[in-house]
């Protein structure tokens, strides 16, 4: 590629309401935003059109702010967070303690199938650990959820994998990208472990092979 890359933790995607990829912004030459959206097509291509024959006119341009969630790290006291069901309707996470240590699985509803051709081992990791999770869950000593990521996803698509892989744990869609940036999470599958005291353990990455180990070594904490 002859373009600058950047890895964008989260913040300009979610200030861009970005829910699907790839993802066209046009920027004018006065710094504003043109077209954003995630269809090709003739609207982008007038956009562009537009802003090459406009040139800057130099007027005033309140600079927006894009807010920036630093990622929880271990010992950190995990917020409360509002996630969507697959029935749209508000699922609320607690923050603080609980009367059990809780896990949180990230994953979406795409990746055991979009990825096969492209991310085989990605694949293969979404697989074994929802499967893994499916298991552990049903020791009732710790309280689970399943939070998808929410580009491609809608409460309607998360009711449609719920039908066809049937997990055991109740899922959620993040909506906005939220609960991804404050757990920090770039890399599919990956679940949050929770003390009772509210506090963040660990994170469970696809290359950790330990969740069984770590789940139920947090499973006997008091």
Request: hydrophobic share 40%.
């Amino acid at each position: 590629m002859r373009t600058p890359v950047a890895i964008d933790d989260g913040s300009l995607g979610a200030w861009l309401k970005m829910e699907a990829t790839p993802f066209h912004v046009v920027i004018d030459g006065d710094g504003r935003i043109a077209y954003a959206g995630h269809q090709d097509g003739a609207p982008l291509d007038a956009a562009i059109e537009r802003v090459l024959r406009g040139g800057a006119t130099r007027s005033r341009v309140e600079a927006a702010k894009v807010d920036s969630i630093g990622a929880l790290k271990s010992g950190d006291l995990v917020p409360a967070l509002d996630l969507r069901g697959p029935d749209d309707t508000v699922v609320h996470f607690s923050g603080g303690a609980s009367a059990r240590p809780r896990a949180v699985l990230f994953t979406s509803v795409w990746c055991e199938t979009y990825l096969k051709d492209t991310e085989p081992d990605t694949v293969a990791a979404c697989r074994r650990v929802r499967e893994q999770v499916d298991d552990l869950s049903q020791n009732r000593a710790m309280d689970w959820l399943g939070v998808v990521a929410h580009l491609w996803t809608t409460p309607k698509s998360l009711g449609a994998y719920e039908a066809r892989l049937k997990p055991r744990v109740p899922m959620t869609v993040d909506s906005d990208g939220q609960a991804f940036r404050l757990f920090g999470i770039r890399r599919l599958p990956a679940v949050a472990l929770i003390g009772a005291d509210g506090r963040l353990v660990r994170i469970v990455g696809p290359d950790d092979n330990d969740l069984v180990a770590a789940v139920e070594t947090l499973a006997k904490r008091r």
